[in-house]
T-cell receptor, first 115, second 105 residues
């Protein structure tokens, strides 16, 4: 089984709809992240959480919100989706005290299309 | 904030060739990571390399933190090496724009 899972894997929605993307991990990591990737570009950080009680905005948090329901679960919401939020969304986890440092482990991604 | 620049943006090679991808960063880092994004979009960890050199099969990476760059070497390229290679300054949560590598048979 995959260590970091994302649901759904693909989603098509309409402008103005509320959308939730979910991320679960079995790695036991405290740190979790949400990124978005636009065609031809690198990943940009939306939100991150270093533990269940810690939520931080990233570079591009406007239009998004998150919820850290448990150590293993970190959800991303688009309150009112707009077409320029069409992108590939990745969840990641990391463990800063591991021997490999704060290595990021990524989920398979969610491809979101907003019409 | 920190800037992360990758070069070249695109690279097209024949199978069997060697390649060097570069990642420059504008500030001191204490951890740097290389990833491969395959044609299906999956991100795969290659190296966590804050300094020094690591090797894994045909791939190796070197980071010279004092000079603010990291290099990824791919030897004897195979078509399965195609995709986009990203470096990331993990402690700053900043990714480069990537190098798109195409290996032709």
């Amino acid at each position: 089984d995959a260590d970091v899972t994302q649901t759904p894997r693909n989603r098509i929605t309409k402008t103005g709809k509320r959308i939730m993307l979910e991320c679960s991990q079995t790695k036991g990591h405290d740190r979790m992240y949400w990124y978005r990737q636009d065609p031809g570009l690198g990943l940009r950080l939306i939100y991150y959480s270093f533990d269940v009680k810690d939520i931080n905005k990233g570079e591009i948090s406007d239009g998004y919100s998150v919820s850290r329901q448990a150590q293993a679960k970190f959800s991303l919401s688009l309150e009112s989706a707009i077409p320029n939020q069409t992108a590939l969304y990745f969840c990641a986890t990391s463990d800063p005290v591991a021997t490999s440092g704060d290595t990021q482990y990524f989920g398979p991604g969610t491809r979101l299309t907003v019409l | 904030g920190i800037q992360v620049e990758q070069s070249p943006p695109d690279l097209i090679l024949q199978e069997g060739a060697n390649s060097t991808l570069r990642c420059n960063f504008s500030d001191s880092v204490n951890n740097l990571q290389w990833f491969h994004q395959n044609p299906w979009g999956q991100l795969i960890n290659l190296f966590y390399i804050p300094s020094g050199t690591k090797q894994n099969g045909r791939l190796s990476a070197t980071t010279v933190a004092t000079e603010r760059y990291s290099l990824l070497y791919i030897s004897s390229s195979q078509t399965t090496d195609s995709g986009v290679y990203f470096c990331a300054v993990v402690n700053k949560l900043v990714f480069g724009q990537g190098t798109r590598l195409t290996i032709n048979p």
